[in-house]
């Protein structure tokens, strides 16, 4: 993963730094990287974990992998090269929007355990935890509400992480969820239990 940097630009410092937005929030501002596969549940948890979060009153956002790939990567496909490209671009969205003071919850199938890793060394030591989503491939395909999974192993979709393309599943994260049996809100209630022992 390649980073970019325009010619003739130099970044403006803001008179508000992170850790001013931090303490005014009362809470600390990480990226929280669900990772795993299509069907596993990353979106309907990270979107869970937000609404907790905002009850809560804390600055928090989803970022979602269809989501994101209706504007900001709507011209990228699905080859290795193109994924790769997509998380950079999600990462640098994120860094801005962790330096904004909000927590961002990232949902991203990122099958390649070197982009992640790439990622998550531009975040530096702490600002990134990864959540990996576990989760039996027949259970994801069972939940397929798009009907992708059939569509893959019928060859009309290539590359297709979990079909056509592998996953690398994650050697260290931060959390490992059984999404395949534990209930939402227990997830849910994980995830948070581990933002407060970063973010308090």
């Known amino acids: ?10 970044w403006h410092r803001s008179l508000v730094s992170q850790s001013m937005r931090n303490i005014k929030n009362g809470h600390l501002s990480p990226v929280i990287w669900f990772t795993g596969l299509s069907g596993s549940g990353k979106s ?39 994924r790769t490209e997509n998380l950079r671009r999600i990462a640098e969205v994120a860094k801005l929007m962790t330096d904004a003071g909000i927590i961002i919850l990232a949902a991203f199938i990122s099958p390649s355990g070197s982009d992640r890793e790439k990622v998550k060394k531009m975040f530096g030591n702490g600002g990134f935890l990864e959540v990996y989503c576990r989760c039996d491939p027949d259970i994801c395909e069972s939940r397929d509400v798009k009907g992708v999974y059939k569509k893959a192993k019928n060859g009309e979709i290539d590359n297709f992480t979990g079909v056509s393309s592998p996953y690398d599943v994650p050697l260290t994260p931060d959390l490992v969820l059984d999404t395949a049996n534990d209930p939402l809100n227990e997830c849910v209630e994980k995830v948070l239990v581990m933002i407060r022992e970063y973010c308090f």
């Not at 993963?1 to 130099?10: A, G, I, T």
């Open 1 to 10: 993963m390649e980073l970019y940097q325009s010619d003739n630009v130099k």
């Open 44 to 82: 309907t948890l990270a979107h869970s974990v937000e609404k907790a979060l905002f009850d809560m009153g804390c600055q928090a956002y989803v970022l979602d992998g269809d989501n994101v790939r209706h504007g900001l990567c709507g011209d990228l496909g699905f080859s290795a090269t193109d």
